[in-house]
């Protein structure tokens, strides 16, 4: 069984796709680390994330910086944004994706085009969302010393430019059940998220 959940920064899907992975016993790949850590070795090698060619070079990464905890800060989000945009790292990051995807068993994967490029056959795939304000305020509880408006202003940079690109835009598959997580805690949420996987695969049977 693959379950693609896609969806906006600070959204919950990385949460929900966690907690999917182990209710269902599956293997979880965030795929937007894999876009950190170009934006990150970019940035490293004196290259612009805005680059194209400086960022292709830069998808050619060591595993281990997957397990940087810089790859969690605001700014490496930034720069994953940017280098997100060019055609030639989406696809140097292509192959990895699907053969994650595909591998027997089944496997969940999070980010904002695993329902309609990386894995368009999913048997489930959600589209988790929330209110830019509630996604603003989570990111503020976790990221200390950053102020709202920063946030709130990076956020709608973000979804700006990741809805508006023309390679891979974040968009909600046809195919994709929406999960609105705004007002409902965490809990809720991936009891909401179990039961629209359910659902789905048990049609597919
Ligand atoms: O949860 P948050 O958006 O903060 O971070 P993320 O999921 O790690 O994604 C960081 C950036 O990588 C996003 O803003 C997207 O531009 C990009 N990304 C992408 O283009 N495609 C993916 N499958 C995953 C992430």
Not at 66 to 71: A, F, I, Q, R, S
């Amino acid at each position: 069984m693959i379950i693609a959940v896609d969806g906006p920064a600070a959204s919950g899907k990385g949460t929900i796709a966690k907690a999917l992975s182990r209710h269902y016993g599956l293997p979880h790949l965030d795929t937007g680390l894999l876009y950190r850590a170009v934006g990150i070795a970019t940035v490293r090698m004196g290259g612009n994330p805005d680059d194209p060619g400086d960022a292709f070079k830069a998808t050619g990464f060591h595993d281990a910086l997957l397990d940087d905890p810089e790859l969690r800060s605001e700014a490496a989000g930034g720069y994953a944004s940017q280098v997100s945009v060019h055609p030639e790292v989406r696809s140097a990051l292509l192959a990895r994706q699907r053969q994650f995807a595909t591998q027997p068993g089944g496997a969940i994967l999070d980010g904002r085009d695993i329902g309609t490029v990386i894995a368009p056959d999913a048997d489930a795939k959600l589209f988790v969302t929330a209110r830019p304000d509630v996604r603003a305020d989570r990111r503020h509880r976790d990221a200390m010393g950053i102020d709202y408006a920063t946030i709130l202003a990076d956020i709608q940079e973000r979804d700006a430019r990741d809805s508006a690109r023309s390679a891979a835009p974040l968009v909600r598959a046809a195919d994709a059940d929406l999960l609105d997580t705004s007002d409902l805690t965490i809990d809720a949420a991936v009891q909401r998220a179990i039961a629209l996987v359910d659902a789905r695969t048990r049609d597919s049977l």
